[in-house]
């Protein structure tokens, strides 16, 4: 029986993650602490909001005296940490943003989970979900595994390598348990359009340009979002403290290509003259700093705790792609106020 703190849960990954443990686990108890930036939406959490083992605060993870608050009022055994600054681009534009949420924030519910667990550490899992970009960047060849060194170059990494280290840091000093899983590109529903796979869907629906950076030749491994979600539900469950895991997707694509393959399917499915998507594809100006190549070596995983990614990437792109054409409402919600001025400054000026 658990009473679990989710942060960031009306978020991309986090609602996915949300409704796998709410509904699988209808004896824990789960909190969704989120405070609803442009990322958070409720909307997706709307299937799960009347769930009886399912409540939402709104609230900010650098608000320590909120926290402790939480703490004393839930009796908390785990934390499965989400809430995150997520965006390369915009940490580019404010990485003080980046620094004040993924690493501050991320500390302050450390502190306020040691304050808690004093004493009483065992069976308490503080989950600590990150990404392989702290990694840095690879070269044409060779893998992340667990051991690769930190190298992080952007903003948006150098916060998350932060917020590991702060994370580890607390299980060396404190013994909090926690547990950490550094994860490759993830796509799926209730992606935000500000990244490369819902971003060209929903440009591709709406016949606008896909900007591809520079040459389109940087590769990233990509993940379905509900893979992801299974992994962290066997690491939470399995895994073991103190331990760190990579989840990969044993899938690289360039972004050109992946962008070529989203035009061809969605010229089917919008039984559009093939080759009509791909006209739009656009060139444009790098990203400053823009890693060439993430890929993980998620063997690990996979030897300790028998996980696996259950899609191929054309399935899940497919299934992916059906879900934006038939959430027609949600894209047009998340799209409309404060999206469009971002749009226009991130891609007008390149
Ligand atoms: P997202 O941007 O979609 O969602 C982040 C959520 O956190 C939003 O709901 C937002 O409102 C909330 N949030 C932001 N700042 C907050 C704060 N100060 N207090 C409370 N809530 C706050 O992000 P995502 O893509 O779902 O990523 C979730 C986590 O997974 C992040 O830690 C990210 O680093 C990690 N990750 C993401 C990917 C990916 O491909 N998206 C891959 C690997 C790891
Ligand atoms: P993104 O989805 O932002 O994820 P990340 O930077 O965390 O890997 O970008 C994926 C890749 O696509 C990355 O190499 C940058 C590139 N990209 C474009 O070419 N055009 C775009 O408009 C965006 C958002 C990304």
């Known amino acids: ?75 908390f055994t785990a934390v499965l940490h989400c809430a995150a600054e997520s965006h390369v681009d915009r940490s580019i534009t404010d990485p003080l943003a980046f620094i004040t949420t993924n690493v501050l924030g991320t500390a302050s519910l450390l502190q306020a989970a040691k304050e808690s667990w004093i004493g009483k550490m065992e069976d308490k899992i503080f989950y600590h979900i990150s990404t392989d970009e702290v990694y840095g960047s690879l070269g044409e060849t060779g893998f992340f595994t667990e051991k690769t060194a930190y190298d992080p170059r952007s903003p948006y990494s150098s916060s998350k390598a932060s917020s590991d280290h702060i994370v580890r840091s607390f299980y060396h000093t404190y013994k909090l348990p926690v547990k950490i899983s550094n994860c490759s590109n993830n796509y799926g529903p209730f992606h935000f359009p500000e990244k490369l796979i819902p971003l060209c869907i929903h440009n591709i629906i709406n016949n606008k340009p896909l900007p591809i950076y520079g040459k389109g030749e940087n590769v990233r491994d990509w993940l379905y979002v509900e893979d992801h979600v299974r992994a962290i539900d066997v690491v939470f469950h399995s895994g073991k403290v103190g331990e760190t895991y990579n989840i990969g997707g044993h899938n690289e694509w360039t972004n050109i290509n992946l962008v070529k393959e989203l035009c061809r399917q969605m010229d089917e499915k919008l039984r559009r003259e093939k080759g009509t998507s791909e006209k739009l594809i656009t060139y444009v100006k790098d990203r400053a700093g823009h890693d060439l190549r993430y890929a993980i070596e998620a063997t690990k995983l996979k030897n300790e705790l028998g996980w696996m990614p259950s899609l191929q990437f054309e399935e899940g792109i497919s299934k992916t792609i059906d879900w934006y054409l038939n959430n027609g409402e949600w894209l047009n919600h998340v799209t409309s106020g404060d999206y469009q001025s971002y749009y226009d400054k991130q891609y007008h000026k390149r």
């Open 1 to 75: 029986m658990h009473s679990i703190l989710i942060t960031g849960g009306a978020g991309f990954i986090g609602s996915h993650l949300t409704r796998l443990f709410v509904t699988k686990y209808p004896h824990y108890n789960i909190v969704n602490l989120d405070v609803l930036t442009y990322a958070g939406n409720l909307e997706n959490l709307k299937d799960i909001e009347d769930k009886p083992n399912y409540s939402f605060i709104k609230g900010n993870i650098t608000d320590l005296e909120l926290l402790r608050i939480l703490f004393t009022q839930n009796h």
